[in-house]
């Protein structure tokens, strides 16, 4: 069903965007194959060939990934996708693609520790090199292109400080240059923002966290024109990292409540951010929805809503973060979000096996950094639990 090119709403699409004209199972299939059928050998001469076949082998695609790929790419507003096994999957295969040996990429100091780390430690034994800029200044990204330049690596909001890039100013710039462009969406989701409409020409996600929402996934998702996902397939069909049809199923069971989930999570986030900001044991909060945020105005041009992930500094450093998580009773101590549970965790311990002291620092990866992500909880009992942790933070 082509609702993807009908003006259609997002929730329509999570419900309906993925369905066959000639389908009756309410809930989808899950095809555990590997290999699939041919009817003859014309056929099999024919599925061979297709451009992203879903039905000769799983490495090749699957009918299940096939539908998280559809809904996704409707949310987009883009041609295709492609599912891979987690979102370093897609962002390494994406990479690894598009950046060939002697070639050079241009990226944000302020990302995702894995992004990260395979651009400073994997990639240069690749032959491939990388300037990392500050986020916030788009002329930086510009200065910093060479000859060489194959891709611009970008992540809006950040993970885990909140900062903003200026994706519509960095794809302009890109564009002149003939560089394309990839945009880490995962702290946004489709719903807060699309990066595409903006200029980007890829964009990635992280399936594991808002996108399937339960935190019973691992999953990643390559999102762009028809010819670039099909490029980036030749590897990815080599480098095998391939999402297994039931993780792809869950996926695709928990995009159908994303639209709620954003929106309770989004207004949550706000209201806790704007809490927080008025505590003492709370040095700064870095939230793109608060008028403090440096680039609130950007984000009110970008994003339809701030996100469910914040992060705060507290005033007592390392320790007085320990005490604080420790002293919580409701969010788990854990790595990931976007799921229904909230989730908190402090980035530099979380990151200090990948990253050194000086990376971390250059990074803005402060000792008393908090990241926190926010989930389906009572605003009332979340809020609640905070308080009572920063105030015994206080208290000691």
Not at 129 to 152: G, N, W
Not at 303 to 331: H, K, N, V
Not at 359 to 377: F, K
Request: glycine share 8%.
């Amino acid at each position: 069903m082509e609702l993807s090119k009908k003006p259609f709403d997002p929730q329509t699409l999570l419900l309906y965007g993925d369905q066959e004209p000639s389908e009756s199972a309410i809930a989808p299939p899950l095809y555990q194959s590997v290999p699939f059928a041919a009817e003859s050998a014309d056929d099999f001469a024919a599925m061979s060939q297709e451009p992203l076949p879903s039905r000769a082998y799983r490495r090749s695609g699957n009918p299940t990934q096939r539908r998280l790929e559809t809904l996704v790419a409707g949310l987009e507003g883009a041609e295709a996708a492609l599912a891979t096994a987690s979102g370093m999957g897609a962002i390494t295969t994406t990479v690894l693609a598009l950046v060939p040996p002697g070639g050079h990429v241009v990226s944000q100091r302020s990302s995702y520790g894995g992004t990260l780390t395979l651009l400073r430690n994997l990639a240069p034994r690749l032959g491939i090199e990388t300037t990392f800029v500050d986020q916030t200044e788009t002329a930086a990204f510009e200065a910093a292109l060479t000859s060489s330049t194959r891709l611009i690596m970008l992540e809006t909001p950040s993970n885990p400080l909140l900062r903003l890039t200026d994706l519509a100013g960095v794809a302009e710039v890109a564009r002149s240059r003939g560089i394309p462009t990839v945009v880490d969406n995962t702290v946004a989701t489709p719903l807060d923002q699309r990066p595409l409409s903006l200029g980007a020409d890829l964009v990635v996600h992280s399936v594991t966290k808002a996108l399937s929402g339960h935190s019973d996934v691992l999953a990643g998702i390559v999102i762009g024109s028809s010819k670039l996902i099909e490029r980036i397939w030749q590897t990815h069909v080599i480098v095998g990292a391939v999402v297994s049809p039931f993780d792809a199923w869950l996926a695709v069971r928990g995009l159908r409540t994303l639209g709620m989930r954003v929106e309770w999570q989004d207004r949550l986030a706000l209201h806790i951010a704007g809490h927080l900001q008025s505590h003492p044991a709370v040095a700064t909060v870095n939230y793109p929805g608060l008028e403090s945020h440096p680039q609130h105005e950007l984000a009110r041009r970008q994003m339809r809503g701030y996100g469910s992930l914040l992060s705060f500094e507290l005033e007592g450093g390392y320790a007085q973060a320990q005490r604080f998580i420790d002293s919580l009773r409701l969010p788990a101590r854990s790595s990931s979000l976007g799921g229904t549970q909230s989730l908190v965790a402090q980035p530099a311990t979380m990151w200090g096996k990948s990253m050194s002291e000086e990376q971390l620092d250059e990074a803005g990866v402060r000792p008393g950094l908090v990241r926190l992500a926010v989930g389906l909880d009572s605003e009332k009992d979340l809020v609640g639990d905070i308080t009572t942790a920063l105030d015994a933070c206080v208290a000691r």
